[in-house]
């Protein structure tokens, strides 16, 4: 078996792609658990479509492995994100379009959160605030404040330029800002 | 550095929050469930097998390449297709003007029937 110590993402992806089956393994223990938790926020709290999404998301990256570039600019853990945020965007699309009344309704916190009590206050109402913002800026402000992207990493992953990458993030924030300003007493105890 | 306007307007406790709920989501990355765990290796060991499988493709069809570049490639196919195509126009039309070439050694399309044996007679006397 492959010392996760030792082996790079990347290195880990080869070796998969040469038929080490321990890799998978490894990989899937490094990548999918925070695949689940950005792809639940990104999903308003859905934790079932987010697992969806993450094997969905895993599965492209296997049939990546043989054309993966080690050297190029991209890292596993980027690319899983990528798509599963663009899978994520997808469904949401394609669920407002089936179903227009059940999504909006923003002052509604998102049930994903409501099913979170044994989470933080501060944990549930940030998920819930996530869910009121629109879907490109949800991507945005999670992959730059949760999952500690750059600001060019979030441009070139969400297939816009650096300064609308910064105006997402900067709206969305504003807009969360504002979301917990009524809550501010109590969670400031929290 | 310049101060953040959000905390000259006396946002900054607002920011505060938000910036610990960040930290608390940052940290919020729960194990994989088993059920999940296992449709992404099943699905990894599918594609893997695919992988297994073109290789194998690729390694018989380079011993193809090597073994038929070892016989002489398309050249040789080429020639041997040739020489096909025309032997089997000679034998269809047989051209008069080959007679003058067989009977310059000694043989004709009427000669050649003449010489065989007679099959007849011998399965006649079996």
């Not at chain 1, 990493?153 to 924030?173: C, F, H, N, P, Y």
Request: hydrophobic letters at 45%; glycine letters at 8%; a negative charge.
């Amino acid at each position: 078996m492959p010392d996760p110590e030792v082996f790079s993402d990347d290195a880990l992806l080869l070796r998969f792609a040469r038929g080490d089956g321990q890799a998978a393994a490894l990989l899937t223990q490094r990548l999918a658990p925070r695949c689940v938790a950005f792809a639940t926020r990104m999903l308003n709290g859905d934790r079932a479509e987010a697992e969806d999404v993450t094997q969905e998301a895993m599965l492209r990256l296997w049939r990546q492995a043989p054309k993966w570039d080690a050297h190029g600019s991209a890292r596993p853990g980027t690319w899983l994100l990528k798509v599963a945020g663009n899978l994520c965007i997808d469904r949401l699309r394609r669920a407002r379009t089936l179903n227009i009344e059940a999504i909006a309704a923003p002052a509604d916190p998102a049930p994903g959160a409501l099913a979170k009590l044994e989470a933080s206050e501060r944990l549930v109402a940030l998920d819930a605030a996530l869910a009121t913002l629109p879907d490109r800026q949800r991507q945005a402000v999670v992959l730059r404040h949760i999952e500690g992207w750059s600001n060019p990493d979030i441009a070139t992953a969400m297939e816009i330029s650096v300064e609308a990458a910064e105006s997402l993030i900067g709206r969305g924030k504003r807009a969360l800002t504002q979301a917990l300003a009524p809550r501010r007493e109590e969670l400031s105890d929290g | 550095m310049a101060k953040d306007p959000m905390k000259r307007r006396g946002a900054g406790h607002e920011e505060d929050i938000l910036g610990d709920a960040f930290n608390a989501a940052q940290q919020d990355v729960r194990p994989l469930s088993a059920d999940l765990e296992a449709r992404i290796l099943m699905q990894a060991a599918q594609v893997q097998a695919g992988f297994a499988r073109e290789r194998e493709a690729n390694g018989l069809f380079a011993r193809l390449q090597r073994a038929w570049g070892e016989l002489g490639g398309w050249p040789v196919a080429a020639g041997l297709a040739t020489a096909t195509v025309a032997g089997l126009w000679l034998g269809v039309v047989s051209p008069p003007a080959l007679d003058a070439v067989w009977s310059g050694v000694g043989l004709t399309s009427a000669s050649l029937d003449g010489d065989f044996p007679d099959y007849e007679a011998f399965f006649e006397e079996i």
